[in-house]
């Protein structure tokens, strides 16, 4: 079974490879979200800046 934290990585990792922004871009990347359908992560980014920046900087995600 695919736990929300994987998908939300998934969907990160999505945006950063097709390059279409900074990804300390917290807005932009929100925005990427919704555009695209990743619900999870646009949830995610609304309520875990601070655990989003800190998987972009370091890899590593805390439980969501």
């Given amino acids: 079974m ?10 990160i990792l999505n945006i950063r490879d097709s ?4 990804m300390l871009d917290v807005r932009r990347v929100k925005q990427e979200a919704d555009s695209r359908g990743f619900h999870e992560l646009s ?3 609304h ?10 900087m370091t890899g590593e995600m805390n439980e969501t």
């Avoid at 309520?47 to 972009?56: A, P, S, V």
Wanted: proline share 0%; hydrophobic share 35%; net charge neutral.
């Fill in 2 to 11: 695919v736990t929300n934290k994987e998908i939300i990585i998934r969907q």
């Fill in 19 to 22: 390059g279409v922004t900074n």
């Fill in 43 to 45: 949830a995610y980014l």
């Fill in 47 to 56: 309520g875990h800046k601070e655990d989003y920046w800190n998987f972009i």
